[in-house]
């Protein structure tokens, strides 16, 4: 990624709305959900005017890959998660973005997906302050 592109990124408003910036990998910015019922944090490329998981070039698309896998790895280890979800849906926010999502089998949505289902639940700021505190020990 150039200097260039970076300076040219700007967040999505709704992502910018719904998350707690936690800091930045080589490739992404990376978001915590503020939904406190599940470990959730989202990956955006910063890079200007991606939509789809193939607007990516070949490299960067490697590096996404493997930003995924590491936090994927230990977010899990860090919350004690049982399962880690991954997935770039895109249909409420067009901005390429891939939700990295801690569930357990006792949360409010399992064995299901957890869109559509309850109401965001948001972290107290002492809660806010300690998640993400924890979510940046874990990136890469």
């Known amino acids: 990624m150039t200097d260039d592109t970076a300076k040219t990124f700007t967040l ?21 959900s503020k939904d406190s019922r599940f470990p959730w944090v989202i990956l955006v490329p910063r890079h200007a005017d991606l939509t789809e998981w193939h607007d990516l070039d070949a490299t960067d698309r490697v590096v996404l890959s493997d930003e995924i896998a590491h936090l994927s790895r230990r977010l899990k280890e860090e919350f004690g998660a049982d399962k880690t979800n991954v997935a770039a849906l895109g249909n409420m926010v067009p901005q390429l973005h891939v939700h990295v999502v801690m569930r357990y089998r006792d949360d409010a949505a399992w064995p299901g997906p957890i869109w559509g289902v309850g109401k965001p639940v948001p972290y107290s700021e002492d809660a806010l302050a300690d998640t993400v505190k924890r979510i940046r020990a874990c990136l890469p």
């Open 12 to 32: 999505h408003p709704q992502l910018a709305a719904d998350c707690e910036t936690v800091g930045d990998t080589p490739l992404c910015r990376v978001l915590l």
